[in-house]
Antibody, heavy 114, light 107 residues
């Protein structure tokens, strides 16, 4: 099982980024997926969930209305569209498999700063 | 939203010590709780799911217990590689909140 995030970087406040997570080594369309982040020196924060067939999506209050999760089962990928970014969104973002969070990507850094 | 309170926030221990970490939920979550270990610069690693089920490949010195609102993670004999931060997470409902973590340091 491998999860590889990409798309991070430095962005100005108010800007947008789209994170991608490429999955391999398992039957992607059988698993729900999640995004979790960790601000520098802080704890873990669950952000979003998407069911295997995309019919259920959930968000943390801190990102609801600004972030959108999606997936493409044909491409074995899950995405996080992040709009209206704030300084407090600066963090390492992890892509995480399934209902029991058994596999995590290595993470991608998003820095929001002017 | 269900809040998880971990205690202590940090502890110092010797290699070989028996260590017990606690996670308390703000409302009952049955056994829908997981524990993770995280080392600096690395993603978290799943140790325990459904309160007491050891994830594949996790050493048997780790064990979990509890139901409802009170949960524990026990390390029966602390090893040098166990010095890390440990998080609990609830799976009873969304948002899938984490506790703030317990950092285990070497004494």
């Amino acid at each position: 099982v491998q999860l590889v995030e990409s798309g991070g970087g430095l962005v100005r406040p108010g800007g947008s980024l789209r994170l991608s997570c490429a999955a391999s080594g398992f039957t992607f369309n059988s698993y729900s997926m999640n995004w979790v982040r960790q601000a520098p020196g802080k704890g873990l924060e669950w952000l979003s969930f998407i069911s295997s067939e995309t019919d259920d999506k959930q968000y943390a209050d801190s990102v609801k209305g600004r972030f959108t999760i999606s997936r493409d089962n044909a491409k074995n990928s899950v995405y996080l569209q992040m709009n209206s970014l704030r300084a407090e969104d600066t963090a390492v973002y992890y892509c995480v498999r399934g209902g029991i969070f058994d596999y995590w990507g290595q993470g991608v850094l998003v820095s929001v700063s002017s | 939203a269900i809040q998880l309170t971990q205690s202590p926030s940090s502890l110092s221990a010797f290699v070989g010590d028996r260590v017990t970490l606690t996670c308390r939920a703000s409302q009952g979550i049955y056994t829908a709780l997981a524990w993770y270990q995280q080392k600096p610069g690395k993603p978290p690693k799943l140790l325990i799911f459904e309160s007491s089920n050891l994830n594949t490949g996790v050493p048997s010195r780790f064990s979990g217990s509890g139901s409802g609102t009170d949960f524990t993670l026990t390390i029966s004999s602390l090893q040098p590689e166990d010095f890390a931060t440990y998080y609990c997470q609830q799976f009873n409902s969304f948002p899938r909140n984490f506790g703030r973590g317990t950092n285990i340091e070497m004494k």
